[in-house]
Nanobody
Framework: QARLVESGGGLVQPWGSLRLSCAAP????????MGWYRQFPGGYRELVAS???????NYADSVKGRFTISRDNAKNTVYLQMNSLKPEDTAVYYC??????????WGQGTQVTVSS
């Protein structure tokens, strides 16, 4: 099973910023649409943002204007820049790769806590 390696989570105050990173094996990354999901206490998981292999992006309404997803194809890495964070953004954030053959890969998750 290929591994996606996430980093960048932590504790931040309301209205602060964090940047999450997710590195993938080259053969997976180059063939995949990449996404960030988050899972709230209680188990509900939602798509936060996604980016196709050619750079088209999509965002959940709750994060539009605050979060930005991007990818660096030379580094096989996808990023999630999170600005103006709110307590309701508190969740475990997961990186996802969806290959052109329909395979799904997940990272281990990184905790983001927004609290004063």
């Amino acid at each position: 099973q290929a591994r996606l390696v996430e980093s960048g989570g932590g504790l931040v105050q309301p209205w602060g910023s964090l940047r999450l990173s997710c590195a993938a094996p080259r053969n997976i990354f180059s063939a995949s649409d990449m996404g960030w999901y988050r899972q709230f206490p209680g188990g509900y998981r939602e798509l936060v943002a996604s980016i196709t292999d050619i750079g088209s992006t999509n965002y959940a309404d709750s994060v539009k204007g605050r979060f930005t997803i991007s990818r660096d194809n030379a580094k096989n890495t996808v990023y999630l820049q999170m600005n103006s964070l709110k307590p309701e953004d508190t969740a475990v954030y997961y990186c996802n790769a969806h290959t052109d053959r329909g395979y799904l890969y997940w990272g281990q998750g990184t905790q983001v806590t927004v609290s004063s």
